[in-house]
């Protein structure tokens, strides 16, 4: 049987489009992972606030607060997790914000959901690399 990749992880899925949020969450919780569903920016903020998820699926186009707002309040808490954002706007422009706002991958929908999950999976293992050589080296994780 094949291993969970994102065994142990939370994940927060923002998207106002049920079927996209269905379709991301059986992907994550197949691969082991905890979710978190919500539909709207501004419960994504405080979802991430109390919930401290590993890594966050964000929609661009949201109700409430858009995904740009949410992706730029998250990225100034303390500690923030892992933002893949995912959005059917292809303009460069908004890759160009959204990165200069400190997003971790931007894909463009439709997502394949493997291209998803390879890419939160790679990107929480440089996360985990980068923090191990910040704590103490004598740490075992």
Same mark, same amino acid.
């Given at each position: 049987?094949?291993?969970? @990749?994102?065994?142990?992880?939370?994940?927060?899925?923002?998207?106002?489009?049920?079927?996209?949020?269905?379709?991301?969450?059986?992907?994550?919780?197949?691969?082991?992972?905890?979710?978190?569903?919500?539909?709207?920016?501004?419960?994504?903020?405080?979802?991430?606030?109390?919930?401290?998820?590993?890594?966050?699926?964000?929609?661009?186009?949201?109700?409430?607060?858009?995904?740009?707002?949410?992706? &730029?309040?998250?990225?100034?808490?303390?500690?923030?997790?892992?933002?893949?954002?995912?959005?059917?706007?292809?303009?460069?422009?908004?890759?160009?914000?959204?990165?200069?706002?400190?997003?971790?991958?931007?894909?463009?929908?439709?997502?394949?959901?493997?291209?998803?999950?390879?890419?939160?999976? @790679?990107?929480?293992? &440089?996360?985990?690399?980068?923090? @191990?050589? &910040?704590?103490?080296?004598?740490?075992?994780?």
């Amino acid at each position: 049987m094949p291993t969970a @990749r994102l065994q142990g992880k939370k994940i927060l899925i923002v998207d106002d489009d049920e079927d996209i949020l269905g379709s991301i969450d059986l992907a994550m919780r197949a691969e082991g992972a905890t979710t978190t569903m919500v539909v709207d920016g501004n419960t994504a903020v405080s979802a991430c606030r109390s919930g401290a998820p590993d890594a966050i699926v964000l929609d661009m186009m949201l109700p409430k607060r858009s995904g740009f707002l949410v992706l &730029e309040t998250i990225k100034q808490e303390p500690d923030p997790p892992v933002i893949v954002m995912i959005t059917a706007n292809q303009g460069k422009r908004h890759m160009a914000y959204a990165e200069s706002i400190g997003v971790d991958a931007y894909l463009v929908k439709p997502v394949p959901l493997q291209r998803l999950v390879e890419t939160l999976v @790679r990107l929480l293992q &440089e996360a985990a690399d980068g923090s @191990r050589e &910040e704590d103490d080296p004598e740490a075992q994780t």
